[in-house]
C-alpha cells in the first residue's frame, strides 16, 4: 500500500508541476476584455486567429482601437482584408509610453506583424513612428509620401518586455493594403470624406493607385523576425508578477507528460 501511495504521489507531484512550468506568457483576449472600448478589436483578432500570433511571440506592441476607431475597418472590408490592417499594427519591438518619448532623431522604423505575412510589398510591412513636437507621437505606414495620420492616445497595458498594449486613435493605413483582395477599393477610407458636402469622386484617391515607388527604397529593416534572440534584457525579478494577467498556457509536452506519469501511476497500483 504504502510504496504505491508514494508512487503515485510522486507521479502527481511530477505532473502539476510540469504544468505549472508552463505557465506563462500574455493573453491579448484577456488583457483586451477589460475594456469594453476595444470590444471590436477585440472580436476581429479573434476572428483573424491574430490572437495566436500576439500571445505566442514577446517583445511586441500591439496599437489598438477604440470601437469608434474601429468602425472604419469594421463590416466594411472582408475578413482578409481587416486581418492585414490589424497586422500592421502589432509591432515586433516593445514599445511603452516613456520609449515612444526617447527615440533616437525622433523617429523610427518598426516591423510589423505584416511584414511577416509574406503580403506586403516595399515599405507596406514597415511603420513609421514619429516623437512630434507637443508631447504627440505620430504612427503611418512607412511607404513613400504616406502621412502620419495616427496618433497616441494612452496606455492600456504593458508587461515589460513582453508586450505592450497602447490605444491609438486611427487605423494605419499603407498604401494599397485596403484593397487586397476586394474588387473595388472603398472610396471613402478617412472620415473627413464623410463631411465633405460635395461628392466628388475625382478627388477621392483610391490607395491602390499609388505608384510602385515603394518598391524602389525599402527601408534596411530595424530588425528581423527574431521572437526569442531579442529580449534579452528582461528582468527576473518580474517573473511572478502580474499572475492575474499571465495566460495559462498548457502546451502539448506538458499535456503528455501529465498523461503518461498518470497511466503510470495506475499501472504500478
Ligand atoms: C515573458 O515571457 C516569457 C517567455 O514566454 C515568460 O517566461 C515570462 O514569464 C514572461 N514575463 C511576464 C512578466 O509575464
Ligand atoms: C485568453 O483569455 C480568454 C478570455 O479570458 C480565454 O477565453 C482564452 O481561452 C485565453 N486563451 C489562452 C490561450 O489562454
Ligand atoms: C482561423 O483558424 C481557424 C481554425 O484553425 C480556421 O478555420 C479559420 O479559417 C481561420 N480564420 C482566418 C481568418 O484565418
Ligand atoms: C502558437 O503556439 C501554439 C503552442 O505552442 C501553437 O500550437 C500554435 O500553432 C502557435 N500559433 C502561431 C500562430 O504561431
Ligand atoms: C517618418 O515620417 C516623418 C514624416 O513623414 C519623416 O519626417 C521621418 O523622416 C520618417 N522617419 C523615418 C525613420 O523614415
Ligand atoms: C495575404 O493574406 C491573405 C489573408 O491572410 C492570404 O489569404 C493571402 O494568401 C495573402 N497573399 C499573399 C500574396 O501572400
Given at each position: 500500500?504504502?510504496?504505491?501511495?508514494?508512487?503515485?504521489?510522486?507521479?502527481?507531484?511530477?505532473?502539476?508541476?510540469?504544468?505549472?512550468?508552463?505557465?506563462?506568457?500574455?493573453?491579448?483576449?484577456?488583457?483586451?476584455?477589460?475594456?469594453?472600448?476595444?470590444?471590436?478589436?477585440?472580436?476581429?483578432?479573434?476572428?483573424?486567429?491574430?490572437?495566436?500570433?500576439?500571445?505566442?511571440?514577446?517583445?511586441?506592441?500591439?496599437?489598438?482601437?477604440?470601437?469608434?476607431?474601429?468602425?472604419?475597418?469594421?463590416?466594411?472590408?472582408?475578413?482578409?482584408?481587416?486581418?492585414?490592417?490589424?497586422?500592421?499594427?502589432?509591432?515586433?519591438?516593445?514599445?511603452?509610453?516613456?520609449?515612444l518619448?526617447?527615440l533616437?532623431?525622433g523617429t523610427t522604423l518598426?516591423?510589423?506583424?505584416?511584414?511577416?505575412?509574406?503580403?506586403?510589398?516595399?515599405?507596406?510591412?514597415?511603420v513609421n513612428i514619429t516623437d512630434l513636437k507637443?508631447?504627440k507621437v505620430g504612427f503611418g505606414s512607412a511607404a513613400?509620401r504616406s502621412k502620419l495620420d495616427s496618433t497616441y492616445?494612452?496606455?492600456?497595458?504593458?508587461?515589460?518586455?513582453?508586450?505592450?498594449?497602447?490605444?491609438i486613435d486611427a487605423p494605419i493605413i499603407a498604401?494599397?493594403?485596403?484593397?487586397?483582395?476586394?474588387?473595388?477599393?472603398?472610396?471613402?477610407?478617412?472620415?473627413?470624406?464623410?463631411?465633405?458636402?460635395?461628392?466628388?469622386?475625382?478627388?477621392?484617391?483610391?490607395?491602390?493607385?499609388?505608384?510602385?515607388?515603394?518598391?524602389?527604397?525599402?527601408?534596411?529593416?530595424?530588425?528581423?523576425?527574431?521572437?526569442?534572440?531579442?529580449?534579452?534584457?528582461?528582468?527576473?525579478?518580474?517573473?511572478?508578477?502580474?499572475?492575474?494577467?499571465?495566460?495559462?498556457?498548457?502546451?502539448?509536452?506538458?499535456?503528455?507528460?501529465?498523461?503518461?506519469?498518470?497511466?503510470?501511476?495506475?499501472?504500478?497500483?
Amino acid at each position: 500500500m504504502a510504496p504505491s501511495r508514494v508512487l503515485s504521489l510522486l507521479a502527481l507531484t511530477l505532473s502539476l508541476l510540469a504544468v505549472a512550468s508552463t505557465v506563462s506568457g500574455h493573453n491579448i483576449t484577456q488583457i483586451l476584455s477589460d475594456s469594453p472600448d476595444y470590444s471590436s478589436f477585440n472580436s476581429y483578432l479573434s476572428q483573424t486567429n491574430l490572437t495566436d500570433e500576439i500571445n505566442n511571440r514577446t517583445t511586441i506592441t500591439v496599437l489598438v482601437l477604440n470601437n469608434a476607431a474601429m468602425s472604419s475597418l469594421a463590416g466594411t472590408h472582408p475578413l482578409s482584408v481587416i486581418k492585414n490592417a490589424l497586422s500592421l499594427l502589432v509591432l515586433l519591438d516593445y514599445y511603452d509610453p516613456l520609449t515612444l518619448h526617447q527615440l533616437s532623431e525622433g523617429t523610427t522604423l518598426t516591423t510589423t506583424l505584416y511584414q511577416t505575412t509574406g503580403n506586403a510589398t516595399g515599405n507596406q510591412g514597415f511603420v513609421n513612428i514619429t516623437d512630434l513636437k507637443g508631447g504627440k507621437v505620430g504612427f503611418g505606414s512607412a511607404a513613400p509620401r504616406s502621412k502620419l495620420d495616427s496618433t497616441y492616445t494612452k496606455s492600456v497595458k504593458q508587461i515589460p518586455y513582453n508586450i505592450s498594449v497602447l490605444e491609438i486613435d486611427a487605423p494605419i493605413i499603407a498604401p494599397g493594403i485596403l484593397s487586397d483582395i476586394t474588387p473595388p477599393p472603398a472610396p471613402a477610407p478617412a472620415p473627413e470624406a464623410v463631411s465633405a458636402p460635395t461628392p466628388t469622386p475625382a478627388k477621392s484617391q483610391s490607395p491602390a493607385e499609388e505608384p510602385s515607388r515603394a518598391a524602389a527604397s525599402p527601408p534596411a529593416p530595424p530588425e528581423d523576425d527574431s521572437p526569442e534572440g531579442a529580449p534579452s534584457d528582461s528582468p527576473t525579478s518580474s517573473e511572478k508578477s502580474n499572475a492575474k494577467n499571465a495566460a495559462f498556457h498548457v502546451n502539448a509536452p506538458a499535456l503528455f507528460t501529465v498523461l503518461v506519469t498518470l497511466a503510470a501511476t495506475f499501472l504500478l497500483l
